[in-house]
């Protein structure tokens, strides 16, 4: 025992207790371990919602990686950030999710790889100064439970996360809509016991109709609700109504008396801080009583609730009937700058997560299920109650996107058409009125930007400066909102100037709404308002530098709105309330202020919705910022970060010639040269550092030598 201690004390022992400290350390890392993201963007870890929906997975989740390993240095990293990124996910899961990485050297493997429908690529390689061509296997398939899709062509790490969390989610919505929420949907039935003795049409059935109808939901989804009837009176009746945006109705108790009571009908889908309602609703019939309109259609609208409350893929209305930007491609549209336009890369970059409805809003109510409504580039005048619907969808806690055009473009014909200038007449669709009520005011004019689009392509004037399509930079970009984050340019065509009323950072219009600046002009651009002196060869700057500021392109507002609307259009002044029927008045259907909290977001141009700048694969920053104001729209603002991740460019602002040439010299010469400086300090430091050590093992070694000496003289003596 004396002799093991005295050998840990020598330096023999040391080698031997730094293996098994390392040892040691690596069995405790492998449990205990923590990655730090230092990138400004959080590249490289995942976002909650990632964390979220692999945290809550029910069901195995399997993932199986085929890449390629003897790859060019620019498709390595990538092997390595899907390499990392799946191993995030993973480390994130409660246990359902896994990863498994295959040798694509291996004929079995390689098999493996082209059942599953992932086929090599080819990718460029330099090799012996010389380009030439590689394929690789760069895909991934992932599995759950008896589905499988597949990623292939994974050649950038841009967006990846995005596309994994997307992949992942929407496999799971269409297994199982309710998947991973905790607890229960709540189903809840208001109905006031007292109103059956007023002979309402449907009454003494209502609950056995919605009974049913539960049922048969709840069934359908693995018995994930609840259901429960309640019967409210006077103060509770009324504020239930009001918080969901029912009808209340109010009798008198007595023929002799001037008490009144108050009780209320509805339906209501509820998770968490999120609910849905169900249209029931009180209708005069022609017999001169009271019936319950929404039991014919009772299944249908509660399944469309349901999606709307809990699923991840999401119906969005797409407005019709006012010359709006098809929806398809090949219809007849607008025609601007030449040809017809759609809007169908726009819809067709968001159908992983959204499904597009084309809906009429003359004769029709907004269908159930709908949370956002989009509305693109009208020409024509709303009615209003097409005006009114939109402004009840509101205050019922709907979303808006609006892109309005301040004027119709129509490009000449016949043989005059390649020379003659296009027309353009003001458009009024009433909207503009209806957004002005909620403090977004949209200008009749044109935003003209010294930052704009170079067109090299021209006729007659190869690099013309075309005022006419700001190129919004990084600086006019909001850089702290989601939907706007993280982009470096975005082109807005033939846009309009937004003005927000109030205060655009602070609390907003009315002290409760949140208004915000997404995008704006250079502080080098002005305003073409007079339509007839509109040419597009002949834009020049102003003359006066007083006219150059920055103009709003586009905006959000969101929180609780206040109805533009005193009551229905045509009801008087008496809005909220209809006729005494049977002893029964029906109170609250007029939304006077939102019951859950809505967004519009408003864009001064139709023309950034079509392909002219949205192209098929939604990669240009444009076609990012829309997909990203339309999750955003819809609670998805975690998913505008993932999908904006890496899209950041960070430039010089630089403008002075000296001062370019010197950032250039530094990145050229300048960083190579300190990278060289550091590593020659490096190498002194280690050489002082080893001479030191070597003359202190001399001494060790000298005064060793003289101790035994001294030893063998005490021997001799």
Not at 447 to 457: A, I, R
Not at 574 to 596: C, F, M, Y
Not at 615 to 629: C, E, I, S
Request: glycine share 10%; aromatic share 10%; hydrophobic share 40%.
């Amino acid at each position: 025992m004396k002799k093991f201690a005295a050998w840990l004390k020598s330096p023999s022992s040391d080698f031997v207790i730094f293996i098994l400290i390392l040892v040691m350390l690596n069995l405790i890392s492998a449990g205990l371990f923590f990655r730090i993201d230092l990138t400004s963007q959080k590249v490289f870890s995942l976002s909650p919602s990632s964390k979220e929906l692999v945290r809550s997975l029910e069901e195995p989740v399997s993932v199986s990686v085929f890449f390629s390993d003897d790859l060019p240095a620019a498709y390595k990293s990538v092997g390595q950030y899907l390499n990392d990124i799946l191993t995030e996910y993973q480390g994130a899961s409660s246990g359902n999710f896994s990863c498994t990485f295959f040798d694509m050297d291996k004929p079995e493997n390689q098999e493996l790889a082209a059942g599953y429908g992932i086929n090599q690529v080819q990718i460029q390689e330099f090799s012996d100064n010389e380009l030439g061509f590689k394929n690789a296997y760069m895909g991934i398939a992932v599995t759950y439970r008896d589905r499988i899709e597949t990623i292939n062509e994974i050649t950038s790490e841009e967006g990846l996360e995005y596309k994994l969390t997307s992949l992942f989610s929407q496999m799971i919505a269409e297994s199982n809509a309710l998947e991973g929420l905790d607890g229960k949907i709540e189903m809840r039935l208001y109905a006031t016991d007292a109103l059956g003795a007023f002979g309402i049409s449907g009454f003494s059935d209502l609950e056995e109709e919605v009974l049913r109808a539960y049922t048969r939901l709840n069934s359908e989804n693995m018995d994930r609700i609840s259901f429960r009837s309640e019967s409210p009176e006077n103060a509770e009746a009324v504020s239930i109504a009001g918080r969901y945006g029912f009808q209340y109705l109010t009798w008198q108790d007595s023929p002799d008396s001037e008490a009144t009571s108050s009780g209320v009908i509805g339906l209501v889908l509820e998770y968490g801080d999120e609910f849905r309602t169900v249209p029931l609703r009180l209708a005069r019939s022609l017999f001169g009583g009271y019936g319950i309109t929404g039991l014919d259609s009772l299944d249908d609208n509660l399944s469309a609730a349901l999606k709307s409350l809990v699923s991840k893929t999401l119906t969005v209305g797409y407005v019709t009937g006012h010359g709006e930007i098809p929806i398809n491609s090949g219809a007849s549209g607008n025609a601007v700058m030449g040809g017809d336009l759609s809007a169908a890369n726009f819809v067709a970059t968001a159908s992983d997560r959204y499904e597009f409805r084309e809906i009429t809003l003359e004769g029709n109510e907004i269908p159930a299920g709908i949370d956002c409504l989009v509305i693109n580039g009208p020409k024509s005048k709303f009615s209003e109650e097409e005006l009114y619907k939109l402004d009840q969808f509101l205050m019922a806690g709907g979303n808006l996107m609006v892109f309005l055009d301040p004027f119709e473009i129509m490009m000449p014909q016949g043989q005059q058409a390649y020379y003659a200038q296009p027309s353009f007449t003001p458009v009024d669709t009433g909207l503009e009125t209806l957004l002005s009520g909620y403090g977004i005011s949209v200008e009749k004019n044109y935003v003209l930007d010294l930052k704009c689009y170079e067109d090299m392509n021209m006729r007659g004037a190869p690099g013309s400066m075309l005022y006419y399509i700001p190129v919004v930079e990084r600086s006019g970009m909001n850089q702290s909102h989601p939907v706007s984050k993280n982009l470096s340019y975005v082109l807005f065509l033939q846009p309009s100037g937004i003005v927000l009323s109030g205060d655009e950072t602070g609390s907003g219009f009315g002290g409760r709404l949140s208004k915000t600046v997404l995008a704006k002009s250079s502080p080098d651009s002005w305003l073409a308002e007079n339509p007839e002196t509109f040419s597009y060869d002949l834009m020049t700057p102003p003359s006066g530098e007083t006219e150059l500021k920055s103009r709003n392109l586009a905006v959000l507002v969101e929180g609780d709105f206040s109805s533009a609307y005193d009551g229905p259009p045509g009801s008087g002044a008496d809005a909220d309330s209809e006729a005494v029927v049977q002893g029964v008045t029906a109170s609250g259907g007029h939304l006077g202020k939102s019951v859950r909290p809505g967004k519009i977001f408003a864009a001064g141009t139709s023309a950034i919705t079509t392909q002219q700048v949205v192209d098929q694969n939604g990669t240009q920053p444009v076609a990012v910022f829309l997909r990203n104001a339309l999750d955003y729209l819809n609670g998805a603002e975690d998913f505008c970060i993932m999908r904006s991740k890496g899209m950041s460019l960070n430039t010089l602002d630089t403008k002075q010639g000296g001062a370019v040439q010197a950032a250039k010299l530094l990145n050229q010469y300048g960083l190579p040269a300190l990278v060289a400086l550091c590593g020659l300090l490096a190498w002194r430091h280690r050489s002082r550092r080893r001479r030191a050590i070597r003359s202190r093992y001399a001494d060790m070694k000298s005064a060793g030598n003289i101790h035994a000496e001294n030893g063998a003289d005490n021997d001799k003596a």
